[in-house]
């Protein structure tokens, strides 16, 4: 990516305008964060894999009726998507106990809940992305009601989608998150990535297929993300 405004720079991805306005391109970067960017590091490799990734989900997503901003795969590390006016939430769903949920509520990890739970974070990074509820949405003006119904049911609909594709590859979906945005038309669209980075994944052994291995210095991210790549590919 050369000679091309560069819109946006944050801790995975950096994003460039194109010639159309209504098109942007994402660059993954190799630098992997963790506690809000104070454990940072670069890991070379991170980038291609996270795009990899992230451009088989979308694209899966795509045909299976989902609306996204994910328009196709550039290179090793880039990747052309719809340009969206990103909503300030982090959208959470949880199919089992894990991480900051474990933590507040005071549970083990890895047990099923009876009904994945949604969570809302308010993205604002100055303020470390609190714990929100839908009343607290209304408050700061970032959905009206129906949207974040439909926010809500999209990402049900899309997480019925996942457990299935990673269950079929040897993976259980533990939690992820998700970020959505609005398009030039004012429609709701899935954004962002979905990646190791921003999800848990479990193996049979209940190994962390996932970001856990750089949170929780566990090993190499790099080789377990390249497992869950290879693992993602047999799926048609
Ligand atoms: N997550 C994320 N970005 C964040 C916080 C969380 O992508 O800023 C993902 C995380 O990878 C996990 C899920 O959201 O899959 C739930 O994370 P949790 O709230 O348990 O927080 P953590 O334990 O990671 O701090």
Redesign the pocket.
């Given at each position: 990516m050369t000679g091309k405004e560069l819109l946006y720079s944050g801790k995975a991805k950096d994003l460039y305008a194109t010639e159309n306005d209504e098109v942007i391109v994402a660059v993954y970067k190799d630098q992997a964060t963790a506690l809000?960017g104070l454990k940072k590091e670069q890991v070379l490799g991170k980038g291609q894999l996270n795009n990899q990734i992230s451009s088989l989900i979308f694209e899966k997503l795509n045909r299976a009726g989902i609306a996204t901003h994910f328009l196709e795969k550039l290179s090793d590390t880039e990747q052309l998507n719809k340009k969206v006016a990103i909503i300030p939430l982090?959208v959470?769903l949880?199919n089992y106990t894990?991480?900051?949920?474990s933590?507040r509520f005071g549970v083990a990890e890895g047990l099923k809940l009876v009904e994945p739970i949604v969570?809302f974070?308010y993205k604002k990074d100055e303020l470390d992305?609190p714990f929100i509820n839908d009343e607290h949405v209304a408050f700061l003006d970032i959905a009206s009601t129906e949207e974040l119904t439909y926010i809500k049911a999209e990402t049900r609909k899309i997480n019925q989608l996942l457990i299935e594709w990673f269950a079929a590859i040897g993976l259980t979906l533990?939690?992820?998150?998700l970020e959505f945005g609005k398009d030039q038309d004012g429609k709701i669209i899935l954004a962002d990535e979905f990646s190791p980075?921003?999800?848990?994944l479990w193996d049979a052994e209940g190994h962390h297929m996932?970001?856990d291995v750089f949170?929780r210095g566990l090993g190499n991210m790099t080789d377990v993300y390249q497992i869950v790549w290879e693992k993602l590919q047999e799926l048609d």
């Amino acid at each position: 990516m050369t000679g091309k405004e560069l819109l946006y720079s944050g801790k995975a991805k950096d994003l460039y305008a194109t010639e159309n306005d209504e098109v942007i391109v994402a660059v993954y970067k190799d630098q992997a964060t963790a506690l809000n960017g104070l454990k940072k590091e670069q890991v070379l490799g991170k980038g291609q894999l996270n795009n990899q990734i992230s451009s088989l989900i979308f694209e899966k997503l795509n045909r299976a009726g989902i609306a996204t901003h994910f328009l196709e795969k550039l290179s090793d590390t880039e990747q052309l998507n719809k340009k969206v006016a990103i909503i300030p939430l982090e959208v959470v769903l949880r199919n089992y106990t894990a991480g900051s949920f474990s933590k507040r509520f005071g549970v083990a990890e890895g047990l099923k809940l009876v009904e994945p739970i949604v969570e809302f974070y308010y993205k604002k990074d100055e303020l470390d992305d609190p714990f929100i509820n839908d009343e607290h949405v209304a408050f700061l003006d970032i959905a009206s009601t129906e949207e974040l119904t439909y926010i809500k049911a999209e990402t049900r609909k899309i997480n019925q989608l996942l457990i299935e594709w990673f269950a079929a590859i040897g993976l259980t979906l533990i939690d992820f998150k998700l970020e959505f945005g609005k398009d030039q038309d004012g429609k709701i669209i899935l954004a962002d990535e979905f990646s190791p980075d921003n999800c848990r994944l479990w193996d049979a052994e209940g190994h962390h297929m996932d970001k856990d291995v750089f949170r929780r210095g566990l090993g190499n991210m790099t080789d377990v993300y390249q497992i869950v790549w290879e693992k993602l590919q047999e799926l048609d």
